[in-house]
């Protein structure tokens, strides 16, 4: 499933999960929000993809990070990502 039969990790399993959902949220929200959020999502996991897998302080950080953007991405009132980073900013 995730790249020919390699093992995957906690960590890594949580990283794929947390990408979907993320799509998921995207999909229900508006075009163009929808298609824009879609592509900023794989952009900032794209950026991140390069963070080595045993830096685990440094991806528990980000995990939980990405959380509570997700969490500020699912409120019906939020619509695009200029809306979640705001959001991110006064926390």
């Known amino acids: ?3 020919g039969g390699k093992k995957v990790s906690g960590l890594q399993k949580q990283v794929f999960s ?3 959902d993320f799509l998921r949220v995207a999909a229900k929200k508006p075009e163009p929000s929808a298609s824009q959020l879609r592509e900023y999502i794989r952009a900032e996991f794209r950026k991140n993809k390069a963070i080595h897998r045993f830096d685990t302080n ?3 950080h980000r995990l939980r990070r990405g959380s509570r953007q997700l969490e500020a991405l699912a409120n019906s009132s939020v619509q695009g990502f200029h809306l979640l980073n705001n959001s991110e900013a006064n926390k």
């Open 58 to 60: 440094n991806i528990e």
């Open 1 to 3: 499933m995730f790249g």
């Open 18 to 20: 947390l990408y979907r």
